[in-house]
């Protein structure tokens, strides 16, 4: 079992944040320099590093500027029916098309 299967959403929402701090290190860059080039307000950011809180749009403003961006197009990943071996399992997962009331 994985060890973030084992995190909150909060705790996770914090390690993405730490990542994201040190990757913009690692980019060099101040807070100030990433929220002006990402157009993300400096109190977001501040509050994103801190405690992990942000929109997505402004996360993915973030990501983007620190080139991070691809690792969200595989985020829901839908279950590819050529790697379904039997009609069982098909059925076992069966893809909806739209949520129950």
Do not use: C, W, Y
């Not at 929109?55 to 985020?75: N, P, Q, W």
């Amino acid at each position: 079992m994985s060890h973030i299967m084992l995190m909150s959403p909060q705790e996770l929402a914090r390690l993405i944040a730490s990542k994201a701090r040190a990757k913009r290190l690692s980019f060099n860059l101040s807070q100030k320099n990433l929220a002006n080039r990402s157009g993300v307000s400096l109190a977001s950011l501040k509050v994103f590093e801190q405690h992990g809180k942000i929109s997505l749009e402004s996360l993915l403003k973030i990501a983007f500027v620190l080139d991070s961006t691809e690792e969200f197009i595989s985020l829901f990943k839908e279950i590819s029916i050529d790697k379904i071996n039997s009609l069982d399992e098909l059925l076992k997962n069966n893809l909806r098309k739209r949520g129950r009331k």
